[in-house]
Each structure stands twice: as C-alpha cells, then as structure tokens.
C-alpha cells in the first residue's frame, strides 16, 4: 500500500457517542436482545451484519478496537482478546491440527514457547524450533505437514529480527500461513505490508502504555477472523478469551497517543544504546549498526517511528544484574518488572523471569547469557540525566 501511515489510519477512524460524544460508547451488556426470533437465528448464524448476541461473540466496543487495530496493521479485520496469549493460542489452533507441524523462530516469548513445546503436542501438532535469521535453516525445517511459519517481528528477549518479506516468500512457496507477533514494534513495522498472513499483538505492552490492562489481539484477513468467532468451530468462540467492553474503551483511548510514545520510546532506546555501546557494555539494539540485522530492520521500519524502545545489556553475571536493577530501582530510574511500554523503563534479567520456561540448556544455545538485562526505555524526558544515572550506577557497581 504505497503512503501508508498506520498512525493516520487510525487517527482518521472516527467513532461518536450514542449521545454525542467524542468517545465511542461502551457497549456495558453480555446479552443483546432481538425485536424478531429470525433476526436472533440469522445473527448466530452470522448472517445478519450490524446486530449482537453474546459479548463472547462479539460486542460494540471491542469491534471498535478491533477495526482500529485493523487499521493500523493494514488488514481486513481484527478480533481482540483478553490477553496476548488469548489471541497467540486460538490463532495457532484454528490453523493447525491432529498431525500438522509448525516452525517456529527459538527465540520467542516463553509463554508462546511452553505453548508449542509443551500443551500442542496433547493435540498432536509439534514445533520444530529455529533461528529464524537463517533462512536456509527454516527452509529445511519445513516438511509436509508444516502449516504455519511463526516469528516475532523483533524476537523476546534477545531482540533478533525476523526479515518478514523473505519469510513471506518462502511461506508462500510451500503454502503456509506466516503468523508474526509484532508487539515489541508496533506502528515501527507493518508486518502485513511485508507479506504476512496474520499479525497478532499483545495489546498489553506498548498499544495501551500504561500498565493497567492485559489484552491482545490477531489481526487478518476477514476470512480467518469469520473462522476465529465461527459457533461450531472457531477457537476464540469456542475457547472463550473475550476482552471485556471497559477494557476495550480503554486500550482504544490510549491507542490515540501510541504514536507520539513510539517516537519518544525510540529515540530514549537508541540515545542510550548508543552510550553504553561506546562505554564497551554489550548491548543490542536493532538501531546500532553492530547488529547484525540492522540494515535488514533498517529498510524494514516506518522511519518515523524508530527502532523500538526495546534494548538489551549483558553485565556478566547474574549477581551483577540483580545488584544493577535493584540499585536503578531505588534510584528512581525504573521498576524491575516485567512486561513492557509503560511510561516508566522497566526491566528484568529474562533467563529467570520472562524466558524462565526455556530449559537453561537451550537458553545457553540461543545466547541468553546469565547476565542480560532486557530494558523497555520509557518516555523519560531528559534522557541524557536518565544515561548519567545508569552509568553512576554501573560504575558503583564497578559494571563500568
């Protein structure tokens, strides 16, 4: 799509109050109630466009959300769910099956890989696991029974990037859908532009920035989100993870600002990188030309938007990283948390936290050293104080 903005598709969706107002209204019901018993057979039956059931189904609210996430990510539809995993799972269930395979990038968020290695395989559907930055190595993980190439845009914890466009292409020629979960570069990359099938976000992180609401959402084509809320067969309708209608309100209202935070969440991330790098700290940032996919991300972006505001530093040890963290904890310069996108920078050593369900020897092959501390830079306004702070910090731990 040549001149497309995703910020200014979403900028340009225009929702009124049912009494005027500048907010859509919350649809605050479960149930709906019909003026004809046809109307209210034709809606189960996903005929009769415009009407509402059951909030399991469907709501008012949450197809807001769901038209403006589409919207953003340059796709035909959306369903949003009650958390990134709610929308991750049902994606993944609706597209395979007793006996089908699936590739998927090694490192991606433990959640999503204790789902592949562990609950799939009750269902019969196994995971060949990758380095997804080496395409001739997921090529040769494809067998018969693959449906489905799976990566994160820019991979959790260690920040590697998926080239999306090759990935698409190869998809395509062994007839696979290419699911990418694009939550750490929301409005950064447009995935769906790129050639991908399915985008799924954890609406969690960056889209609402604040903290306070766990939700998600699976973004394609009109035809696979029908299949997702389908009565008899669809996952998200026969599994049940509905976002409810406040929360929905919520994220929505957030998602007005999210451009003006990526751009700050950005350029935070790359002025510190920059710094520490020539500090001789390891660090990984998809915006230093030391990464090794940084031309590939480079020509991937929306430049507007940045690189991310997600940035790694090795320190050496475990000690050394829980030490650094409680230090800039009680400085004030952050919160060891996980998660991500909030105001504030968050981090987490990710080898006992948020990759803690990766066994330690597969942690140790794909570089998930002992001593990473995964940073989400926040929206600080002076962000050279903010670089001096940290580094007052590491030199008291003689880090630096």
């Known amino acids: 799509m040549k001149n497309f903005n995703p910020a200014d598709n979403v900028q340009d969706l225009q929702y009124f109050g049912e009494f005027g107002g500048v907010n859509p209204s919350i649809s605050d019901s479960s149930t709906y109630t019909f003026l004809s018993a046809k109307t209210m057979f034709d809606t189960f039956e996903g005929n009769a466009e415009g009407c509402y059931l059951y909030s399991r189904h469907s709501s008012p609210s949450n197809l807001y959300l769901d038209k403006a996430m589409a919207a953003m990510e340059g796709t035909e539809s959306a369903n949003v769910s009650a958390s990134g995993m709610g929308a991750i799972t049902p994606t ?3 597209l395979c099956g007793q006996g089908d395979h699936i590739v998927s990038s090694r490192t991606i968020y433990g959640g999503t890989y ?3 290695k562990n609950f799939t395989p009750k269902f019969g559907i196994k995971t060949t696991f990758v380095d997804i930055t080496k395409l001739a190595v997921v090529e040769d993980a494809i067998t018969p029974e693959t449906k489905v190439l799976y990566c994160e845009t820019v991979s959790n914890p260690l920040l590697e990037v998926a080239d999306i466009a ?3 292409k190869l998809a395509k020629k062994y007839n696979l859908k290419l699911v990418v979960d694009n939550t750490f570069s929301p409005l950064s990359v447009s995935p769906a532009l790129l050639g991908a099938d399915i985008v799924i976000h954890s609406l969690t992180k960056y889209i609402n920035g604040s903290s306070d609401t766990v939700g998600g959402v699976t973004c394609a084509s009109q035809e696979f989100i029908d299949s997702l809320k389908n009565v008899n067969n669809g996952a998200s309708m026969l599994l049940g993870p509905t976002m409810d209608s406040l929360r929905s ?3 929505m209202k957030n ?9 700050q969440h950005s350029h935070n991330a790359l002025y510190l990188a920059e710094r520490f790098e020539k500090d001789g700290i390891k ?3 998809p915006g230093l030309k030391s990464h090794p996919s940084h031309e590939i991300y480079k020509n991937m ?3 507007e938007y940045g690189f991310g505001g997600m940035m790694t530093l090795d320190v050496g040890t475990l000690d050394q990283a829980n030490a650094l963290m409680e230090l800039m904890q009680s400085k004030n310069l952050g919160y060891l948390a996980v998660s991500l996108g909030f105001y504030k920078t968050l981090f987490s050593a990710p080898g006992t ?5 990766i066994p330690l020897d597969e942690q140790k092959e794909m570089g998930l050293t002992d001593g990473l501390i995964r940073f989400s830079i926040g929206l600080d306004n002076d962000i050279e104080r903010t670089y001096q702070s940290m580094k007052s910090c590491m030199m008291a731990l003689s880090i630096i």
Do not use: C, D, G
Request: hydrophobic share 45%.
């Open 166 to 168: 090759s990935l698409s």
């Open 283 to 285: 660090t990984v940032y």
């Open 114 to 116: 204790a789902f592949l």
């Open 249 to 251: 309100a919520s994220v």
């Open 255 to 263: 998602l007005r600002t999210l451009h003006i935070r990526m751009k």
């Open 301 to 303: 972006i929306n430049p």
């Open 353 to 357: 936290s948020t990759s803690s369900e």
């Open 92 to 94: 993944l269930l609706q």
